[in-house]
């Protein structure tokens, strides 16, 4: 099976920012694409799967920022080896009607992957 037949919900490209800490670490990530179940970090050395991470992000045109849990569950098979997917764990109700109405924003312009 493919991975894009794995992914269950569409995603959008998004640049933005993202705290990302475990274990008294911190670091920012840059997002390469968001979907309602989980983001992409680009050009970043991965932690192996199955980490856990806590994340923290501001979606743009919101001013409340979603923090949540998430899963490594997908590395790059690409030669670089860069980039991680990362799988929301505990999302609210709130915080998944958020991501959604970024994403159907992002499909209405035909911003949609």
Known sequence: MSTEEKRASTR??????VEESRNGELY???T??????GLFFER?????KGTVVNLKFTLPNQT???????EIVNLPS???????????????????????DYINEQIKRGEGL
């Open 12 to 17: 959008v490209p998004i640049d933005i920012w």
């Open 44 to 48: 970043t050395v991965p932690h192996p």
């Open 78 to 100: 690409d030669a670089d080896g860069l980039g991680m997917g990362i799988r929301f764990i505990d999302l609210t109700d709130a915080q998944r009607k958020a991501i959604s």
């Open 64 to 70: 409340e920022p979603i923090c949540v849990k998430g």
């Open 32 to 37: 390469a694409n968001i979907s309602e179940g």
């Open 28 to 30: 920012y990530q840059r």
